[in-house]
């Protein structure tokens, strides 16, 4: 044994105290790493990967992480969900360490594709309905939904269906109570909302359905239309946004109504089975139309259009007293859309995007786009993605646009979600940290659900297991 070899086997702390059966106090040491760190100690030596992979290291990392970090916790979930894992703890150290890994790993890849804009894409050809987009396309009308357990789209017959996103597997059917008193279509979807206790559908008879999300039991009907004295067949409920938390959800809805006027209701779901009150309702002056909403335990955000001044505006008000509290004047645009995120508003007109801190009512960052903007998103505090009329996704980097001084361009990448090279209608787009999803909606051909894939788990990354 040379002398610099033997000066670093006698300065090896663990394995010293390894040596002396303190092993106790070696895993009280390799407790305070994170995975990444725990990762590589275990390729320091034989002695160090023995003592991290027999000891019980890896199950109170797993469970520390699991306990601490959200990203951890929905990682799992979706591991579970689309390869079927046991998402409890295991009680063996081993299963531990490869449960660590294959969640650690996943977290890891998921990171460095949005960085460098790797991605997989699939299409989903069971999703399109034409019997739908021909008839009734409106704008926004053909949208989905997704979480991370679920996408849902309304059927035909004014069913709601869900596939499991992981598998794209049917998971379940919401069946509606058919409005046969009202004009033909009445029964279609207009808009969908759902979260992990119960699913929302307003429909263009003016009606909204809540479903029990585990049970499929259609719980409520609200007549929109008996609410606000109509005898009219067809008002479309045209917006709805679902907020809040188990106990306290809160239900946003836009009905437009004959007189060109749009009702904006809120509700307070405590139980889904009981009756829902009506806690605020306000009627907008005529020339005025709302082109998104959005609710959460304490604001309300509206996105209004003024059609005879040609101005439009984001509303911020209380939700406990449908007060406004600040007002946002953003570029006039007939397809204005708009994302909030802890503060920071990211509004989309015609060819603009801009970046606001609510809480001064600052623009901090404003980008040109070269088409129109029909989706924005806040995917992090890293990012930001949009989607223009010709079905370009653009990513952008959120980081620096919060700095304001900072003179680089903050387009990261572009991406093309098809391969279509023809005009689109208006694409509809969902997306998180996970992928983005897009319907192109083209004119006269309507096609499959096509999805952009920054987690790519059908590439199953090797795990390395310990030699027993």
Not at 111 to 131: I, V
Not at 153 to 179: C, K, M, V, Y
Not at 408 to 420: C, E, G, H, I
Request: with cysteine; charged share 25%; hydrophobic share 40%.
């Amino acid at each position: 044994m040379t002398k610099e070899i033997q000066i670093r086997y006698q300065s090896d702390i663990v394995s010293s105290l390894s040596r002396r059966l303190m092993n106790d106090v070696v895993e009280e040491i390799f407790n305070y790493l994170d995975y990444d760190s725990l990762k590589n100690s275990e390729a320091v030596s034989v002695q160090w990967r023995d003592n991290i992979t027999y000891g019980k290291t890896w199950k109170k990392l797993l469970e520390r992480n699991l306990r601490l970090s959200v990203e951890w916790r929905d990682m799992l979930e979706i591991l579970a969900l689309k390869w079927s894992l046991d998402s409890s703890v295991p009680k063996s150290y081993i299963r531990c360490r490869t449960l660590c890994q294959q969640v650690g790993n996943s977290v890891s890849k998921l990171r460095r594709n949005w960085l460098e804009g790797r991605h997989s894409k699939n299409e989903f050809t069971d999703f399109s309905q034409p019997e739908i987009e021909s008839i009734f396309w409106i704008r926004g009308s053909l949208n989905f939904e997704m979480n991370k357990r679920w996408i849902g789209r309304g059927q035909r017959d004014g069913s709601i269906r869900f596939w499991n996103r992981w598998t794209l597997e049917t998971s379940a059917i919401f069946q509606p109570l058919l409005l046969t008193n009202r004009l033909l279509g009445c029964n279609t979807v207009r808009c969908l909302q759902f979260n992990d206790d119960i699913v929302v559908a307003s429909y263009f008879g003016g009606s909204i359905c809540i479903w029990n999300v585990h049970t499929t039991e259609l719980l409520q009907v609200l007549d929109e239309m008996d609410v606000a004295n109509y005898e009219s067949h067809y008002i479309p409920v045209n917006g709805l946004s679902l907020g809040g938390s188990p106990g306290n959800y809160w239900l946003l809805s836009c009905l437009s109504s004959p007189t060109e006027q749009d009702f904006i209701t809120l509700r307070l779901i405590k139980s889904p089975s009981e009756e829902i009150p009506i806690v605020h309702r306000i009627v907008l002056d005529q020339k005025l139309r709302v082109l998104q909403l959005f609710v959460n335990d304490a604001y309300v955000l509206l996105l209004i259009s003024d059609t005879e001044a040609k101005c439009d505006q984001i509303q911020i008000r209380s939700t406990a007293s449908m007060e406004i509290l600040k007002t946002i004047q953003i570029p006039y645009s007939e397809m204005g859309v708009f994302d909030y995120r802890k503060g920071l508003l990211l509004a989309g007109s015609r060819y603009e995007i801009q970046l606001w801190d609510t809480e001064t009512t600052t623009c901090i960052r404003s980008v040109r786009s070269s088409s129109s903007i029909v989706f924005v998103k806040i995917i992090s505090d890293k990012y930001w993605v949009s989607c223009n009329t010709s079905g370009k996704i653009e990513v952008w980097d959120l980081k620096y646009a919060l700095n304001p001084t900072h003179p680089r361009s903050l387009l990261l990448y572009q991406l093309d979600a098809t391969n279509v090279h023809c005009p689109l209608l208006c694409p509809v787009v969902r997306a998180d940290e996970y992928q983005i999803a897009l319907i192109p909606c083209r004119a006269k051909d309507y096609s499959e659900l096509h999805i952009i894939d920054f987690l790519q788990l059908d590439e199953k990354a090797a795990i390395d297991r310990p030699v027993d």
